[in-house]
Structure formats: C-alpha cells, structure tokens
C-alpha cells in the first residue's frame, strides 16, 4: 500500500521559514513526479511546487523565490523549504506524487497518491 506522510508543518511569524518533510512507502520505484499542494481555509486546494524524473522543477508565482522544493530519492523523501513566510500562507499542506503522470505539475488531476497532510499557520 502506498503511503505519504508529511511533517514539519506549524506556527511560525510572518518571515519565518519552515521546512516540510514529505516520507514515502509501499512504492518501489522512483516516482516520475511529485509536488507540493496547500489549501488555506475557505478556498480551493492549490499546486505550490513540483518535481519530476528529469531533476526539473517549478513553483508557483506566489511563492517563487520563498519556497524550494526537492527530492532524495535514495530516502524516500520530498522536502519544501519555506522561507520569508506569510500570512497568506496559512494552510494544510500536502505532499502528491503521480505513478503515471512522469512531468512537473501543478494540476491535481496528475496526482494519484496524497498524504494526509500537515498544518502551517504564519501569524502577522
């Protein structure tokens, strides 16, 4: 059974920096891509970063420059550096990877395995 499990998340002030931890298990091979989503309260679920089988990357405009995402395939591990956070990036974050879509994505519909995922506030 595939599993993703994300920690690291919590509260932290406007301009702090946090770093998420995404392990997986239950798949064996290298996933083709993987990506960062969050979902604030109130709103619908959005792409922040992803990665894929090529070492490409991509982040989303609201967080370029703040956030990098990166991938240890040899743990198992997706990791999201979050740097000069803000309040508006208050939410759950949640850690996707795709077995048969192989490209960075910030599409939900690539993603065919979720965490369950972890929780960020940033007071002002």
């Known amino acids: 059974q595939v599993q993703l499990v994300e920690s690291g998340g919590g509260s932290v002030e406007a301009g702090g920096s946090l770093t998420l931890s995404c392990t997986t298990s239950?798949?064996?091979?290298?996933?083709?891509?993987m990506a960062w989503f969050r979902q604030a309260p109130g709103k619908e679920r959005e792409g922040v970063a992803c990665?894929?089988?090529?070492?490409?990357?991509s982040v989303a405009d609201s967080v370029k420059g703040r956030f990098t995402i990166s991938q240890d395939n040899a743990k198992n591990t997706l990791s999201l550096e979050m740097n000069s956070l803000k309040p508006e990036d208050t939410g759950t974050y949640y850690c996707?990877?795709?077995?048969?879509?192989?490209?960075?994505?910030?599409?939900?519909?690539?993603?065919?395995?979720w965490g369950q995922g972890t929780q960020v506030l940033v007071s002002s």
């Open positions: 996707a990877g795709a077995t048969t879509w192989r490209w960075c994505s910030l599409l939900q519909s690539a993603f065919d395995s």
């Open positions: 239950g798949y064996t091979e290298t996933w083709p891509s």
């Open positions: 990665t894929d089988h090529t070492g490409r990357t």
